[in-house]
Structures are given as structure tokens and as C-alpha cells.
């Protein structure tokens, strides 16, 4: 069984603007704000890609420590998966 990889919704637009980002999603009509970290996420899913890949995008943007980018990732993806601005896929 493969891992699941992530991906942005297709009805989710995204707009960075000055170190943060906005997201629309077109069908629920709701916005929400990202910070730096969740922006360099929901830029790392223009291409779907796996849990291990979008810690390592952490990891290569902060200093921090592979515990703290795991819990950051998976805190941001539970919450855009609830609120359907990231998907899953198999």
C-alpha cells in the first residue's frame, strides 16, 4: 500500500502576501489567513505530495527540529483537510 500524498483542492486559490498567505476556497465561499509556515506548505502542494516530503519542506525552510516539523505538518493538514482545502489521495 502506498502512502497517501496531499493536495491542494481544486476549488482552493491561494495568494501569498507579504510573508502570509489568503486562501479562497470557490465552492464553500470561506477564506482563510496562513502564516509563513502554512504558506510554504499549501506552495509545496502545487504538486501532491506525501507527508515525509512536506516535513522535509519544513525542514529545509526553518530551523527546526524534525519533532517540531512533524507536529507543525501534521496540525496544518488535519485542519485543511477539515475544512477541505487539502485533499487526500491514494
Known sequence: MSEPKYLRH???RLTALEGEGV???LRSRRYFSVNETGLVLLEALKE???FDELVAAILSEYDVS???AIETTREFLDHCVATAVVETSE
Request: proline letters at 17%; hydrophobic letters at 35%; a negative charge.
Open 23 to 25: 486562501v479562497l476556497h
Open 48 to 50: 501532491p505530495r506525501t
Open 66 to 68: 524534525p519533532e517540531t
Open 10 to 12: 481544486a476549488e482552493m
